[in-house]
């Protein structure tokens, strides 16, 4: 079992930064890829970024692509996500997944293990 727990979210204006943690404990090594995942209001689940637990490949939405930086700090076992000039598109239920088995990082049905999410609110 892998247990995740989000933190960070909130009310922010357009163009403005947040920076979201996700704090990972039980059977971590048994973790390939760490994702984020996102929900809008009336819409399904999307991914947004993920990064591999032991060697730090990233792989990007392209809708974030630029904006968004998602980090691992193994050490703290926690990962983050950066998000930079955000727009009101980009409000939503954000998600930390984990993926306990190989796969590509952008699938969602990788990712066994959830968060209970953290709301992020983007006024224009």
């Known amino acids: 079992q892998v247990q995740l727990v989000e933190s960070g979210g909130g009310l922010v204006q357009a163009g403005g930064s947040l920076r979201l943690s996700c704090a990972v404990s039980?059977?971590?090594?048994?973790?390939?890829?760490m994702g984020w995942l996102r929900r809008a209001p009336g819409k399904e689940r999307e991914f947004v970024a993920a990064?591999?637990?032991?060697?730090?490949?990233?792989y990007y939405a392209d809708s974030v692509k630029g904006r968004f930086t998602i980090s691992r700090d193994n050490a703290k076992n926690t990962v983050y996500l950066q998000m930079n000039s955000l727009k009101p598109e980009d409000t939503a239920v954000y998600y930390c997944?984990?993926?306990?088995?190989?796969?590509?990082?952008?699938?969602?049905?990788?990712?066994?293990?959830w968060g209970q999410g953290t709301q992020v609110t983007v006024s224009s």
């Open positions: 997944a984990a993926a306990v088995a190989y796969g590509s990082m952008w699938d969602l049905k990788n990712y066994e293990y």
């Open positions: 990064i591999s637990w032991s060697g730090g490949s990233t």
């Open positions: 039980g059977r971590t090594f048994s973790i390939y890829n």
